[in-house]
């Protein structure tokens, strides 16, 4: 499993959706929404970088979440784009 998968799988579950509801709130028409989703967990096909975009927004992860390698960075990557503006630029300024 490559790591889009699992996030993509985690992700998911997390929002108690199905393959299916998933691939029609993305835009995908609903006949391929579950088996297009699925081949996408599997890994099978990987989407084009609009379908992951709007993917992730139905998801509420930034896209960069659903690629980053580290666990401990994708919670990192999750968690400041819940943040606020103000918190963003604590963040930021701490880093520097």
């Known amino acids: 499993m490559n790591v889009f ?3 993509l799988k985690e992700a998911r579950t997390r929002m108690g959706l199905s393959q299916k509801q998933l691939g029609i709130q993305a835009g995908l028409d609903p006949s391929v929404a579950s088996p297009r ?6 890994g099978t096909h990987l989407p084009d970088i609009n379908t992951t975009k709007k993917i992730s927004e139905v998801l509420g992860v930034p896209v960069a979440y659903l690629y980053c390698e580290d666990d401990d960075l994708a919670e990192v990557i999750e968690g400041y784009s819940r943040l606020s ?11 520097n």
């Open 5 to 7: 998968t699992k996030r």
């Open 37 to 42: 989703m699925n081949q996408y967990e599997k």
């Open 85 to 95: 503006e103000c918190d963003k630029q604590t963040i930021k300024s701490l880093l």
